[in-house]
């Protein structure tokens, strides 16, 4: 099953809803991958031995493995750690999540600076690539497991928008342009 992906609503309110616009737009896997946003369905009850999931890491050379669970009662800094996420970043590298269990959201902007709200569920690998704008939310469950996957010594360092002069998002920015033959201002 394909990974649910929508365009967002402007609301202010508690950042755990799906904000839906109304009436919804959905947000096709071609258009995500359009964005450098990539999408495996993977089988969580088996991860420690899954095939599939050691030819991505061996194939993209993710050396690097953690599990994190996130939720009041795992998470130290609990309020702190979501608000952290939920901060609008990118990051120098890939952003690479694996949901083993429970739920959340990622947003991501599009090429006219619109969110586009990604809801991962069990089994749901999701690379977001160097560079793009994005952050991170519990849904209403507040609870989700992720694998955290990474090349080499992880390094989770965000940095908040804007960063229109950091390497990444420049590289981003430049691949984006070329692949989808369109010119981002930025913002």
């Known amino acids: 099953m394909a990974i649910e992906a929508w365009f967002m609503d402007g609301s202010n309110e508690d950042q755990r809803l799906p904000h839906h616009r109304n009436p919804k737009e ?37 050396n690097y493995v953690d599990l994190l669970d996130i939720c009041p ?16 970043h990118i990051h120098a590298n890939e952003e690479i999540r694996y949901c083993l269990d429970g739920s959340g959201y990622f947003d991501v902007r599009d090429k006219n600076d619109r ?27 507040n609870y989700t497991k992720l694998m955290r996957l990474f090349q080499g010594e992880p390094i989770w360092t965000p940095f908040n928008r804007p960063q229109e002069q950091h390497p990444a998002r420049k590289e981003y920015l430049k691949t984006f342009t070329e692949k989808a033959g369109v010119a981002l201002e930025a913002h």
Request: hydrophobic share 40%.
């Open 26 to 62: 959905f947000v096709s896997m071609d258009q995500l991958a359009e964005l450098g946003v990539l999408h495996w369905k993977l089988n969580p009850k088996v991860y420690e031995n899954d095939e599939e999931l050691k030819k991505i890491r061996d194939d993209r050379g993710y």
């Open 73 to 88: 009662e795992k998470l130290a800094n609990y309020e702190a750690k979501l608000k952290d996420f939920f901060t609008e």
């Open 115 to 141: 969110w586009i709200r990604i809801w991962i569920k069990p089994g749901d690998l999701i690379i977001l690539p160097a560079g793009i704008y994005h952050r991170f939310t519990l849904d209403t469950n």
